[in-house]
């Protein structure tokens, strides 16, 4: 009940427009999923994560936007085959680092609001480094994956991006389902995928 709360629909016309911005960024992330090469994965990913960090910074989201600004710069190295893993801990250490410093400097006096922040920051964080083991097993990358969007939709709804809070609501639920189906066929003796062996990442993110 709390976080229905926080819904407020009376949006300014910049709001408005950081949320149609980030719809329109989630529908490309959305149709990445349905792509089989990852070229085109990273293409509409890449355009997600643009679009969508201009309508956070419309909506104040600065620590979110570090995040997608990032995500961009990785895929455009993973796309010209420039990325291996000191690359992606460079990456990992400037969206943690620039995430952390932004939040706070343009927020110093709404100590609230730099607590948000920090969703953003952990949900990469934590998400990044889990998909770095090369052998990972499904249920951990899913609950990465549902942690991760917790803390997309409650940074959402506190800062009005309710096109992020409600596609991030959505992943989560997917990602608990998949990760019952996993337990389910577990028990069942039905053969699953152990191993996530894709050099990919979600994000919403994108990850």
Not at 70 to 75: P, Q
Not at 143 to 166: D, E, H, Q
Request: proline content about 2%.
């Amino acid at each position: 009940m709390f976080l229905f709360s926080l819904i407020d629909f009376n949006l300014t016309p910049l709001e408005i427009a950081g949320n149609i911005l980030t719809f329109i960024g989630m529908v490309l992330f959305l149709t990445s999923s349905f792509c089989r090469k990852k070229k085109n994965i990273l293409l509409f990913q890449t355009g997600n994560h643009s679009i969508s960090s201009i309508g956070e910074i419309f909506l104040g989201q600065i620590s979110g936007a570090i995040q997608d600004g990032i995500s961009i710069i990785r895929n455009i190295f993973i796309l010209l085959n420039k990325n291996n893993k000191v690359w992606n801990i460079i990456f990992i250490v400037s969206a943690a680092v620039l995430g952390t410093v932004f939040n706070i400097v343009f927020q110093l006096d709404e100590p609230v609001l730099i607590a948000i922040g920090f969703l953003p920051v952990i949900a990469s964080l934590q998400y990044s480094i889990v998909v770095l083991f090369p052998n990972i097993k499904v249920p951990y990358i899913k609950a990465s994956m549902a942690f991760s969007s917790i803390c997309w939709l409650i940074y959402g709804l506190f800062l009005k991006n309710y096109s992020m809070a409600i596609f991030n609501a959505a992943i989560f639920i997917v990602s608990i389902g998949s990760i019952l189906q996993y337990m389910i066929h577990k028990k069942k003796g039905i053969e699953v995928k152990e191993n996530i062996v894709e050099d990919n990442q979600q994000s919403k993110e994108e990850v």
